[in-house]
Structures are given as structure tokens and as C-alpha cells.
């Protein structure tokens, strides 16, 4: 059925309030707001605007006019209004940024606005004088930038940055906006950066982490109409009232599904190949006493009396651009000097210079006034500090062999600014290419008419940039999750809309994107077989719990491993896996030897089991709990040794199917048979969710590994070089490719 919205207005705030000036707003109202490109690579939204045109006949909106309204102008707040089922939903809000006046005497007098969203203000605010900082994560980092900012966002969300940049603002440059700074952080993090609609306030700057797009995330939820949600009920089962004798409608929601009710999709299949991607980090060097960052290489000029502020950029010895931080506050003769004549000779009227020194971390501002009777020239200034320099960036490249070959070098890039190694940016590197190394359909953007019903208006009101979707159309085979990246919508006289949602396809295990996989180790492997992820920082903490599925074929030699954290014997590590006597294992060790071991009761070959163990290591002596299919099971200790202190594991693989231990090579841990669904938890949990886990339900608060996956478009085949993790995309590389099988 459709349906139209109660009201649409705009208005201006002016002489301290909100003026509604809808009745003289006339054609189309246009909103573009977001990330426009659907590229896996953007991270930051564009600048949102508004766009719409005023009837200016009686000359109110020209601001120089005679019959000028009072206090119109631009960088007034602007803010735009749909009410629908009695909820007004701010649907943009900004200033007006350009006022373009039509003064044609034989047709309408009309003025164009533009509004703005506050990105608008990060593009024109430069970053002078910022200092220098240390170990701050990005949310942090965006706190310092905005906090001096003369116009603030109305609220703002930001997760925790999941990073901590070891120094801060030393990329800064003399012509560095805030809008640029953004941008570094949002790549450095691998989060996103863009401006959210708030229902009452307008606005929300809102700040991603890399771990908050995972995936086993939900989709998003908006509310359901009026007219289906149910009432408060009494313990009678009668309905509660108010006071006015009105039933309280319960504020119920649906899940954002959408089925067959788009307009127009926009799918495109082919130009979207990565296979090659490159990821560039920029270590830096710190110097460890003062140095000289800049020094004046032309005499200044000081007639008397005379005030000068001038500014210098630091650099090295050999011109390139430097950062500095504990800069030193100038000292006469040794940082500046003053004389009467310009070639340095005549008086030295040093003392007669009263000099202040401004210091940012990309520059110095300098303050100089001359106090002398006669003019002097400044022929010595220097600035002194610690510098940080950016030498020789270090890159990770990843690519696909196979599709090179098929297709040709197809390569994307981006440079993490604050990132001084490529952890993150090469496990970023891996998943783009795994999941872009052929060409697919993709939808990038999906059209709809909030309209033609009541659930396509509530999603375009209640949805917003960062939302997770779900989307299918047949015709197409489109059948995943989407984020939404941007909004494009077109207002018409009367309430009617059209809506356009540029997309950032996700594919997890529940969006049907990616489907697990068998692992066949013992068939068609060798001995050094073995599924490496390399080292996953997210896997760090004192409780785990880790869970797979596995099907003994055969017992080696030693005490083979399922999946751990294990590398050369000079580190520690931790294994899950089955002895040689055909028992259910963990154990864990340091460089100093083994800490402890532990095994369930004999099991069978070619049975599947799916195995469990949780455990803490902020206490060895907590001795680790066993469940085998979902139930506790009994144990006993092989070995316990807690005399060896416990090693840290950052920096060690996360190894399946295979490992490393004290004094053996990797080809020595194998496991001769099936494994699938391997999963990890950073805390330990509980005997009903290990049972829920066995059951096949997916266990997400503290999940950060779920395995073993393929793209559902090559869930046919029946080898793979790479794996990936549904959680958080990390890749895993397949050494001597067994065979895989539908799990």
C-alpha cells in the first residue's frame, strides 16, 4: 500500500531559532551523502550535501538585498525533515556552504543552497600547529583533531581503535587539512570514517574500528509498522492504557531483509578483479638528540617597530620533509641573531628581538618584532628538536598467479600512513585478493521508492550509512549482506522519494557468501601439509577456548596437532590435538620445555568427534576443561611443570592440520585425517555453549576465528591453496593442497 510521509520540511537556524521556511522551497530537495565508491579500498565518506531551490521573488533570501531576511547567510545550520507515523526523522543536517542567486528579471528569482554535512569543515580546517603525540589509537587521535575545531559535530561514535599508532601528526605537512588526517587514520586502522543521520540531533561523525565489520555480525533492525506491532498486556492478558484511555504500542522491529522490492539494481560483473594488492607501511627513525629542523636561508627585514610572524616548515639535512617534537624554546646567539646590516655584519642588536616560537610538529610559527631604533635584519634562525623522519616505506604484496595469467595484472594499494610494520595490511592484502581474484557479480548499488510501502519507508528513515543489509534478487542471483556506503535521495514536491544505497558487498557464512570446508589431511597430502594463517593478533588473550571437528584416520609418530599457535622450539605455543595412543590432547609450552599436557579418554578411528578444550593462563594450576560432542568429558595429566614461566605467543602462527614444537620440524605434528569447523573464542565458555557449539550454532561473543572457508562460488572445488576465516577475513595459505569436501 502506499504510503507518504505526514510532512516534509526544511529548516534554518536563525537569530537563535529554527525558522521553517518549507513553503518557500520549490522543486526537487537532493541529498548525497557517504562512501561513493563501492571499492573495498574507501574508508572515509566524501563531503554530504543537500541541495534545493528557494522562491526569492520578494528578494528574502538575498543576503545584501534590501528586503533581506535578518541574519541570512551562509554557514547557517540547515537540517531537513521527514515526520512519518508521528516520528520526525532528521534526514540531513549541515550549513549552508553556497547561496547561487538568480536575479533574471523575466522569470522566477530563485536562489540554489547548498548544505553541507560537517566533513565539509575537516576539507577546510588546516592543522597548524599540532603536536607531536605518542601510542594513541585512532578514536583517540580523531578527538585530538576535532577538539579545536571552531564548529564541532553535533555527536559523535567512535569504537576503540583497535590499533595503537606508535607516534601521532608526524605525517602533518604545512598545507595538511583535518579531512586528510582522517583519511590516514581510517586506512591505518582499516576502520571507516563518515557522517551517520541522528533521528533528533541530525548528526553522528562516526568512527569504524577494523574489527567492527565481522563476520558473524547481525544484519540491522528497523522498526515495524504501526499497524502490525502488538500492545503492552497486563498479567490478565488484558491491555494495558494510559491515561488518555490509548493502548502503549509495543516498539517492536524487523530484520533488514530485502526480497524481490528493489526498483533497480545496479549489478556489475568483471571490472571489479583484484590480484594483485600491495600494502605499504612507513617505519620511522627518531633521532636521539636535537637536531637542526629548520634554518633560515634569507636575511629578514625589521624596520622599526616592526611585527613579522613567519612560518618554516621542518625538514632534514638534505631538504626532505621531517617532523619534530621537544623542540627547543630559541636561545639568542645560538638559534637567532640580529644585526643592523644585512650581510651579518655592523651591531649585533640580538638582544633587541623579541622572538616567540610556536611549535607544531610539521612547522614553527615564529612571532618577531624588531625594538630597536633603526632597522636590523635577522641573519641567523634556527629550529631545534628531536626529529622523525619517514625513510624507506616497507611493502607486502599479495597475489593470484591464476588469475594474472587469465586476466592480466588487475592491482589496488593504500598507504597506512601511521603504521610503522604491515601485520594489518597484509592480512588486508590476503582477503582482497581472495575475494576479488575473479570476476563476479557484484552489486554496488540498489534503487527503491520508500513509497510504495510501509517497511521501504521505515528502512529508508531508520537505516543509514554502516548499516548491514540483507539483499536477494533472482534474477540476478544476487543472495548476500551489504553494507551501506552511501545515500543518494531525491525529494519531490508532494512526499514522494526515491532512494538510492550504493553497496559494499560482505560475505560471511550466514549472508551465504562463503560456505566451510572438509579437510582431507591424510588423502593426497605429504607429511608437511599444512594450513597456515600466519600470525593473528586477535587471538591474544589469557582465556580461550578453541573447538574443531575432526576424523582420525591414523595415528604418526608423535602426538599430531589439530590446531595451535606453535612455531620453532625457541617460542612457546599451544596445541589441540590427538596423541599416538588415540586420545583427545592440549598442551602448552615455553622455550625452557613443555608447562603442561593433558588427554581425554581413548577414542576411535574414522568416527567424528567434535573436540573442545578451554582454558586459562592466568593460572596454570586452573587445570583446562575437555568436552568431546557437546559434553564434558574426563581427562588426566600427562605432564605439568610449573616451574616454566609462561612465554608470550605474538608473532606466532596460527597453524591447522600441522605445527611446530620443542626440538621437532613441522612435518613431525601432521594429523593423519579429517578436520572442519575450527573456531576460537577469547574467553572461556560455557558447558551449554559448547553444547550449543556442537550443535552447530554459532557461539559469537568472544569469537575471533571460524574456519575452514571457501567463496560459495568455488565451493565445488575440490582443492584450494587458500582458506579463509568468516570472522575476520584473515587468509589462511594451504601448503601441498588436500583435498577438500562438502562439511
Not at 500492545?231 to 493502548?247: I, K, P, R, Y
Not at 573436540?611 to 560432542?629: A, E, K, M, Q
Amino acid at each position: 500500500m502506499t504510503v507518504y510521509p505526514t510532512s516534509t520540511k526544511v529548516y534554518v537556524y536563525i537569530a537563535g531559532a529554527w525558522s521553517d521556511i518549507t513553503a518557500n522551497v520549490i522543486y526537487d530537495i537532493t541529498i548525497s551523502r557517504g562512501i561513493k565508491s563501492s571499492s573495498p579500498t574507501e574508508r572515509i565518506a566524501t563531503v554530504g550535501t543537500m541541495n534545493f531551490t528557494l522562491n526569492n521573488k520578494s528578494g528574502l533570501y538575498s543576503p545584501d538585498g534590501p528586503s533581506a531576511l535578518s541574519g541570512w547567510r551562509s554557514g547557517l545550520p540547515c537540517k531537513f525533515e521527514v515526520t512519518f507515523e508521528a516520528i520526525a526523522h532528521v534526514v540531513f543536517y549541515g550549513r549552508i556552504t553556497k547561496l547561487n542567486l538568480s536575479s533574471a528579471s523575466l522569470s522566477l528569482r530563485t536562489v540554489g543552497v547548498t548544505v553541507s554535512d560537517w566533513l565539509e569543515q575537516a576539507v577546510t580546517y588546516p592543522l597548524l600547529s599540532y603536536e607531536f603525540d605518542i601510542d594513541l589509537r585512532g578514536d583517540q587521535v580523531l578527538g585530538l583533531i576535532t577538539y579545536p575545531m571552531p564548529i564541532q559535530p553535533l555527536a559523535t561514535e567512535m569504537s576503540e581503535g583497535i590499533n595503537t599508532f606508535s607516534t601521532v601528526f608526524d605525517t602533518v605537512r604545512a598545507r595538511t587539512k583535518a579531512y586528510t588526517e582522517l583519511s590516514k587514520i581510517a586506512i591505518s586502522e582499516l576502520g571507516y570514517i563518515y557522517v551517520r543521520r541522528h533521528r533528533e540531533d541530525g548528526e553522528i561523525l562516526t568512527f569504524e574500528n577494523a574489527y567492527d565489520r565481522v563476520g558473524t555480525r547481525v544484519i540491522s533492525s528497523m522498526p515495524l509498522e504501526l499497524a502490525v506491532c502488538g500492545f503492552v498486556l497486563m498479567e490478565t492478558g488484558d491491555v494495558l492504557l494510559l491515561e488518555t484511555g490509548d493502548n502503549i504500542v509495543l516498539d517492536e522491529v524487523d530484520i533488514a531483509e530485502f526480497s524481490e522490492s528493489m526498483a533497480l539494481l545496479n549489478v556489475d560483473y568483471g571490472s571489479s578483479i583484484i590480484n594483485r594488492f600491495t600494502a605499504t607501511a612507513y617505519p620511522r627513525k627518531v633521532d636521539t638528540s636535537n637536531q637542526v629542523l629548520f634554518t633560515l636561508n634569507t636575511p629578514i627585514q625589521m624596520n622599526v617597530g616592526e611585527t613579522k610572524i613567519y612560518r618554516a616548515s621542518y625538514a632534514d639535512a638534505y631538504g626532505n620533509p621531517a617532523s619534530g617534537k621537544n623542540m627547543v624554546v630559541p636561545v639568542i646567539t645560538t638559534d637567532y641573531l640580529m644585526n643592523t646590516l644585512e650581510d651579518g655584519s655592523g651591531t649585533n642588536v640580538s638582544s633587541s628581538l623579541v622572538i616567540t616560537a610556536d611549535y607544531g610538529v610539521e612547522g614553527v610559527t615564529y612571532s618577531l618584532r624588531n625594538t630597536t631604533t633603526a632597522v636590523a635584519y635577522i641573519t641567523h634562525l634556527q629550529a631545534r628538536g628531536i626529529g622523525i623522519y619517514l625513510y624507506n616505506p616497507i611493502e607486502f604484496a599479495d597475489e593470484d598467479s591464476v588469475s594474472i595469467s587469465n586476466y592480466g595484472y588487475v592491482s589496488d594499494s593504500f598507504d597506512q600512513k601511521y603504521q610503522t610494520d604491515l601485520l594489518y595490511g597484509s592480512h588486508e592484502a590476503r582477503r582482497l585478493v581472495f575475494l576479488y581474484k575473479d570476476p563476479r557479480t557484484f552489486l554496488t548499488k540498489m534503487t527503491f521508492f520508500p513509497n510504495r510501502n510501509n517497511p521501504l519507508m521505515q528502512a529508508y528513515l531508520n537505516l543509514d550509512i554502516g548499516d548491514l543489509i540483507s539483499v536477494l534478487e533472482s534474477e540476478t542471483g544476487i543472495v548476500n549482506y551489504y553494507y551501506i556506503q552511501a545515500i543518494n535521495t531525491t525529494h519531490k514536491p508532494g512526499g514522494f522519494a526515491n532512494v538510492t544505497w550504493a553497496l559494499l558487498e560482505a560475505p560471511s557464512l550466514e549472508s551465504g557468501g562463503l560456505t566451510q570446508k572438509q579437510v582431507d589431511i591424510e588423502s593426497g597430502a605429504t607429511d608437511a601439509t599444512v594450513i597456515d594463517f600466519s600470525y593473528l593478533p586477535e587471538l591474544q588473550s589469557t582465556e580461550r577456548s578453541v573447538a574443531i571437528n575432526f576424523n582420525v584416520g591414523n595415528t604418526g609418530a608423535y602426538h599430531s596437532f589439530l590446531i595451535g599457535c606453535s612455531d620453532a622450539s625457541s617460542t612457546g605455543g599451544w596445541a589441540v590435538g590427538v596423541t599416538i595412543d588415540l586420545r583427545f590432547s592440549f598442551e602448552e609450552w615455553s622455550p625452557g620445555g613443555y608447562l603442561r599436557q593433558y588427554k581425554s579418554g581413548l577414542l576411535s578411528f574414522d568416527t567424528l568427534y567434535r573436540g573442545c578444550v578451554v582454558w586459562t593462563d592466568s593460572d596454570l594450576g586452573i587445570v583446562p576443561v575437555f568436552y568431546l560432542d557437546g559434553v564434558a568429558t574426563a581427562w588426566s595429566t600427562t605432564y605439568v611443570n610449573a616451574s616454566i614461566p609462561l612465554a608470550s605467543t605474538i608473532g606466532i602462527p596460527l597453524l591447522i592440520g600441522n605445527g611446530r614444537s620443542p626440538g621437532l620440524p613441522t612435518e613431525h605434528r601432521k594429523f593423519y585425517g579429517k578436520i572442519k569447523r575450527p573456531a576460537v573464542w577469547n574467553r572461556i565458555i560455557t558447558a551449554a555453549e559448547a553444547l550449543s557449539d556442537y550443535q552447530t550454532n554459532i557461539i559469537r561473543d568472544g569469537l575471533v576465528f571460524q574456519g575452514l572457508c571457501v567463496r560459495t562460488e568455488d565451493a565445488a572445488e575440490t582443492t584450494a591453496s587458500r582458506l579463509i576465516d568468516n570472522v575476520y577475513g584473515r587468509v589462511g595459505l594451504v601448503t601441498d593442497l588436500p583435498t577438500l569436501s562438502a562439511v
